[in-house]
């Protein structure tokens, strides 16, 4: 029960930064897909450089989990270039049309834009779809 609450406040926590941060606006996508302003660069560009510095720690140190005390598993997965470019097309081409990425998908459920529902149960057909098709898909 506490872990799923310690969840709930981050995932809290996330949200409230995303609206604020009007990182969930579609306004701010266009204008970062049209070049037109620097501001979601900047957001994407913290945070690449956050996670980065992040996860070098993270892998320096041998981090366990706070939560149950395990060691957390951060191996280098296999170097190619091909799986990155058609994941980030996809990825990209995705987030062009709905003009969201996963991140602040219920985030704007919560700010009561409710066609996202639509994007919502399609990114979980494309997970289901994903997993039920996962061992015949080149890795």
Request: aromatic share 16%.
């Amino acid at each position: 029960m506490i872990r799923s609450l310690i969840f709930l406040v981050i995932g809290l926590l996330f949200g409230i930064t995303m609206y604020k941060s009007e990182a969930a606006s579609w306004f701010r996508i266009y204008e970062m897909f049209q070049f037109q302003a620097f501001h979601m660069y900047g957001i994407i560009g913290s945070a690449l450089a956050f996670g980065a510095v992040f996860t070098f720690l993270l892998k320096r140190n041998q981090a366990s989990s706070f939560l149950d005390g395990s060691k957390l598993s951060l191996t280098d997965k296999e170097k190619g270039w091909k799986r990155y470019l058609i994941g980030g097309t996809l990825f990209g081409m995705g987030w062009a049309l709905t003009g969201a990425c996963p991140g602040p998908l219920f985030t704007l459920l919560g700010a009561g834009f409710f066609p996202i529902l639509i994007v919502i149960l399609a990114a979980l057909l494309g997970t289901f779809a994903y997993g039920a098709l996962r061992s015949k898909l080149p890795h």
